[in-house]
């Protein structure tokens, strides 16, 4: 099973910042969170990935909690093509498998 | 980042026959590749772990007999549907890993198999 809790739905408006929230409070310490989304019909897409720090690159910024227990991916002006489902993953370093759970499908409001 | 091709795209075969899906990491060589399948609007479900050179480690309930994995060389991992059946019908997607450091998995745009 996931490790991780995401609301099901989401909506924002285009232009505005999406903000999608993730709980992971069985994280351990040598597991990272990564996002991906996946736009209908697609395979998912890498976002962006962190351990304790916040991140930031080209698509997004990642805000994990100090004690690391919830996160917050933020894409800073969204778009219509921004319209995805959304994973949260908790995941150890290495070769091991991504294992999704149901995500958030953010949908962004013209 | 990374790109990953699969081929078909699309495939609608018979039942009974059997369906070969190519997964290859373009620009970077993966060790370890992952097959998974995502039935409508359902989250994607792990299937197994393809390794370079030697078997593949299947999930609890995937027939290893049904669906046969084989990952050649470090560019290449090919999933067969044998003996398909309409309940196969699905999209497949691969997953390929860039070596070295915390590992980023990167996605093939999958294959939607159809059988009828």
């Known amino acids: 099973d996931a490790k991780t809790t995401q609301p099901t739905s989401m909506d924002c408006a285009e232009g505005r910042a999406a903000n999608l929230p993730c709980n992971h409070s069985t994280i351990s310490g040598n597991e990272y969170v990564y996002w991906y989304r996946q736009i209908h019909s697609q395979g998912p897409q890498y976002i962006i990935h962190g351990l304790k720090n916040n991140e930031t690159n080209e698509m997004a910024s990642l805000i994990i909690t100090e004690d690391r227990k919830s996160s917050t991916l933020i894409l800073p002006h969204a778009t219509l093509r921004d319209t995805a489902v959304y994973y949260c993953i908790v995941r150890v370093g290495g070769r091991t498998p991504l294992v999704f759970g149901k995500g958030t499908r953010l949908s962004v409001i013209a | 980042g990374a790109v990953v091709s699969q081929h078909p795209s699309r495939v609608i075969c018979k039942s009974g026959t059997s369906v070969k899906i190519e997964c290859r990491s373009l620009?970077?060589?993966?060790?370890?590749m992952f097959w998974y399948r995502q039935f409508p609007k359902k989250s994607l479900m792990l299937m197994a772990t393809?390794?370079?050179?030697?078997?593949?480690?299947?999930e609890q309930g995937v027939e290893k007999d049904k669906f046969l994995i084989n990952h050649a060389s470090l560019t290449l991992s090919t999933l067969t549907v044998t003996s398909a059946h309409p309940e196969d019908s699905s999209f497949y997607i691969c997953?390929?890993?860039?070596?070295?450091?915390?590992?980023?998995?990167?996605f093939g745009p999958g294959t939607r198999l159809l059988v009828l």
């Open positions: 393809s390794n370079e050179g030697s078997k593949a480690t299947y």
């Open positions: 997953s390929a890993g860039t070596s070295g450091g915390v590992e980023t998995q990167y």
């Open positions: 620009d970077f060589q993966a060790t370890t």
